[in-house]
């Protein structure tokens, strides 16, 4: 139902912070470790709806009342393999559990209803957010590379 860019400067995640009530200190952190400057996302519902009015009350609200989830994409500055060993470091430094999905190794946190899964293939990061643990989980399969 729609797609963009976001250029996680720090007065985004002040803004994004403000508006879920989190703390995105440590999201700061990773962001600037892993030298991120854009992020891609789309977002996906099961029926056509306004977005113009829906995203005034912001994104949890969206994600919860009309069972829409996001998919963002970003390409980390570093190599693969130091994307890869420090992934799991980095994770649950931010509060989030590994787990298997179709058999690779996802990130997992949630909170008051918001469904957050990360995975990484090579240097580029993908993060899903749904208001379901199943929505989530399919959300970040769609991400994996089919064989």
């Known amino acids: 139902i729609g797609a963009g860019f976001l250029f996680p400067r720090p007065e ?7 508006r879920t009530g989190g703390d995105v200190q440590g999201l700061r952190q990773a962001i600037g470790t892993a030298r991120i400057e854009t992020v891609a996302f789309a977002l996906y519902a099961q029926q056509p709806l306004a977005l ?5 009350d912001g994104l949890i609200p969206l994600l919860e009342r ?4 996001l998919l963002g994409v970003a390409r980390a500055g570093l190599p693969s393999l130091v994307v ?3 992934m799991g470091v980095v994770a649950r430094q931010g509060g989030l559990e590994p787990m298997q999905v179709e058999g690779r190794t996802v990130y997992r946190l949630s909170q008051e209803g918001v469904h957050l899964r990360l995975y990484a293939q090579g240097n580029l ?7 379901t643990p199943a929505l989530a989980d399919a ?9």
């Open 139 to 147: 959300t970040i399969a769609s991400a994996f590379p089919r064989d």
């Open 52 to 56: 113009d009015s829906l995203l005034q």
């Open 125 to 131: 990061l993908y993060l899903a957010l749904a208001p």
């Open 12 to 18: 985004v995640l002040d803004t994004l912070a403000r």
């Open 84 to 86: 890869r060993l420090g």
């Open 66 to 69: 009309h069972g829409v989830a």
